[in-house]
Structures are given as structure tokens and as C-alpha cells.
């Protein structure tokens, strides 16, 4: 299939050469974050991708950073640790105030700030984001927070986390959609005055914590866009995130194929390559098939994302199909390569536990079948 990006992905490519396996498998084991890797992406322009010219950036679109994101995945890496700062550009892009812009971009792109911490998701609504009850309240100059968050990766590795939170009670408010609003909270002057910050260990090295705010104090000013109206403001983000992970999916999926096929041409058993026997490379060809389509449908929502049309349902089926086809290809990885599959130095137990991940978040798969049903099919809504 011919590339679209191809001098972007050389690049990555060559960048990604520098951190081999042993590389990741260190960080697995401690369960450390890649600071130098973040480090060389930031310095090589790849995470001010989506960030206009103006600001320092790139000025490129959504189908840039998919071709950015895919490459990570493939070599090996992963770009879980630094993605989040290109789909929560989107809410600062769009919606922030040109002095949010001109004092915060600048900074991102040139890495003296990081734009990593996304804090939605709550213990007690979970995708029902409608539900969260963390609350800010004015007071005076400043907002003050209370409440609870979970699952928000790399938060202690983000000077800025971009946070949804609620300024009106939902049984004030004519929709529940209404009444929440964002807030761009400094993490550096948060941590310790009112934000606690608390690890929670996974299968997987996510750097994923729990967040705990007790009368945080953050400033008026810090407000994006306008009160209320945050979780639209969220949606679009929401959308390049699925896109952006979608990718990253297809990044796996090319990985475990590129792998299964070149093991199997080499490994030989009962003195033939095992790659000669149709039980093993129909599978193999099988997730090839499954993962081109997936590709394909990706690339459409990026095209549409970047051409201001809306994609939320394309965005859904991208994220669903081309999270299937990386499980479906892991899988058929494992299974071609036998014990060697589940040992730590082939890498491909590591990059199993990872792309399992994205069946389950940024949505489940369940929800975007609901989306569907409910917004193309006009069946009845279920809840």
C-alpha cells in the first residue's frame, strides 16, 4: 500500500532506531516513563505537529499526526506517553483566547511545557461523562475544585492538564450536557495545594494515576472558552483522540504482521520454513486483510477531521475497526511464533498487553456500536 507522509515517516523511523527494544523493555520492567524519547520527539518537531506556524509549530493536520503516531507503533515504541498533547490541542486551538495561544503554545512546541494530562473520565460516571461531579466553583478570581478523577495517564509527567469539570449542577442545567466547562490547570502549582496525585499499577506501563482535588484554587483566567459550554468544546477533542489511537492501532497491527511474516519465512520445523504451510500463513494474511481495510477507513477520518467536516461516526468506526484488527493481528503474532511469542526479548508480549488497551479506552467498543445503532441506524437509544 503506498504511504501517505513518506518523508514524515522515514524520519520517525530513523528516530525510533535510536530506542530499540531493550530500550522499552528497561521502562517495562521499572515501570518508568520514556523521558528521552519524549525528549527527541519534542526536539525533532513531531509533537508540535498540529500546533499552527504562528505558535512555533508545524501547522500540519490530524492525517500528519496519524502518519506520526502509526510509524511509533510500528517500529516498536509507543507513542502512549506523549500522544495526549496532540489531541488536547484541539480544545486550546479551537477554543482557547489568543493569550491562552500566544503565552502557551510557543512553550509546547519547543518542549519547555508538556500538554500531556486529559482529566475526564470519573469513578462514578465513567463513559456516562455527563454524570462527573468533580466541581468548580467561582470565587472571585479563581475557581475553586473539588472532586475525583481516574484513569488519567501521565500526570505526573504534564505541566498542563486540560480538565472537565462541572460549573452547574446537572439537575440545574435544561440539557446534561450543559453546565461543565474546561479549565487549562497548571500541574506545576497544583501538585501539593490542593492536587494529589496517585499512581494506579496496570498490566500495562501507562504512567496512569488518580486524581484527588481538595479546594484547589485555580485562576479565572484559566478558563477555555466559555463557562458551560465545555463539553462541546471536549467532543472535538474526543474525536482526534479516537482518530489519533486508531493509528496508533493500525501502528501495532503492522508491527505483529511485519514480525509473524518474517518469523515465519525463517523459522523451520520438520525441515521447511512453517511460513510454507497454509495453517500459518493464511492468518498471517488474514490480519494483513483485516488491517488494510481498518487503515483505510482511518485515513477517512483524518481527511474529514481535517477538512472541518464532522467525523464522530467515523471517527468510532475507525477507532473500533482498527483496534479489532491489531488485537486480531497480536494474537495471530503469538500464535505464529509459538513460546517464543510470550518471552520478554522478542517484544511482542509487551506490545500484546499494549494494544489490548484500546478496545477498552478511550471508548469501549460496546459504546461506539451504541453510537452507531443509535445515531446512523435510528434505533432506539438504549439508555
Known amino acids: 500500500m503506498s504511504e501517505t ?5 522515514e524520519a520517525v523511523r530513523r528516530l525510533c532506531a535510536r530506542f530499540p527494544g531493550e530500550y522499552w523493555r528497561e521502562l517495562d520492567r521499572e515501570r518508568a516513563y520514556p523521558s528521552e524519547f519524549v525528549a527527541a520527539l519534542t526536539e ?9 506556524e504562528e505558535y512555533d509549530g508545524s501547522g500540519l493536520g490530524l492525517e500528519a499526526a496519524c502518519a506520526v503516531l502509526e510509524e511509533i507503533h510500528r517500529s516498536g515504541s509507543n507513542g502512549g506517553a506523549c500522544h495526549a498533547q496532540m489531541y488536547t490541542m484541539g480544545t486550546l486551538l479551537k477554543h482557547g483566547s489568543d493569550q491562552q495561544k500566544r503565552e502557551y503554545l510557543p512553550k509546547i512546541a519547543s518542549g519547555e511545557l508538556r500538554l500531556q494530562a486529559f482529566g475526564v473520565t470519573e469513578p462514578g460516571a465513567g463513559t456516562d461523562t455527563t454524570r462527573i461531579s468533580t466541581f468548580a466553583r467561582r470565587d472571585g478570581d479563581d475557581y475553586v475544585v ?4 481516574i484513569w488519567i495517564s501521565r500526570a505526573e509527567h504534564s505541566d498542563l492538564m486540560v480538565l472537565l469539570c462541572r460549573t452547574t449542577p446537572r439537575e440545574e442545567c435544561a440539557k446534561p450536557s450543559d453546565g461543565m466547562s474546561v479549565l487549562l ?9 490542593g492536587l494529589t496525585i496517585r499512581p494506579v499499577r496496570t498490566m500495562l506501563n501507562h504512567a496512569t494515576t488518580e486524581l ?13 472558552g466559555e463557562e458551560g459550554k465545555g463539553f462541546r468544546y471536549i467532543l472535538s477533542g474526543m474525536n482526534a483522540e479516537r482518530i489519533l489511537i486508531a493509528s496508533e492501532c493500525i501502528g501495532d497491527g503492522r508491527f505483529f504482521i511485519d514480525r509473524a511474516a518474517a518469523y515465519a519465512a525463517e523459522r523451520n520445523v520438520f525441515g521447511r520454513a512453517i511460513g510454507e504451510n497454509q ?7 488474514r490480519a494483513y486483510v483485516q488491517l488494510s481495510a481498518a487503515a483505510e477507513m482511518v485515513t477517512k477520518a483524518a481527511r474529514m477531521f ?8 467515523e471517527a468510532n468506526m475507525a477507532k473500533m475497526l482498527a483496534s479489532e484488527a491489531s488485537w486480531a493481528a497480536a494474537d495471530m503474532c503469538i500464535q505464529t511464533h509459538g513460546g517464543f511469542g ?9 506490545k500484546f498487553r499494549e494494544t489490548r488497551l484500546y478496545q477498552v479506552a478511550p471508548i469501549s467498543t460496546n459504546l461506539i456500536l451504541s453510537h452507531v445503532a443509535t445515531h446512523v441506524l435510528d434505533l432506539p437509544k438504549s439508555f
Open 342 to 350: 510470550f518471552a520478554e526479548e522478542y517484544d511482542i508480549e509487551r
Open 306 to 313: 481535517d477538512d472541518g467536516e464532522t467525523a464522530g461516526t
Open 44 to 52: 525533532a518537531g513531531f509533537l508540535s505537529v498540529l500546533i499552527p
Open 212 to 224: 484527588f482535588f481538595d479546594d484547589l484554587r485555580v485562576p479565572a483566567s484559566a478558563l477555555i
Open 185 to 193: 490547570v497548571d500541574m506545576r502549582e497544583a501538585v501539593g495545594n
Open 146 to 149: 473539588n472532586g475525583q478523577k
Open 5 to 9: 507522509f513518506p518523508e514524515i515517516r
Open 279 to 285: 495453517g500459518v500463513q493464511f492468518p498471517i494474511a
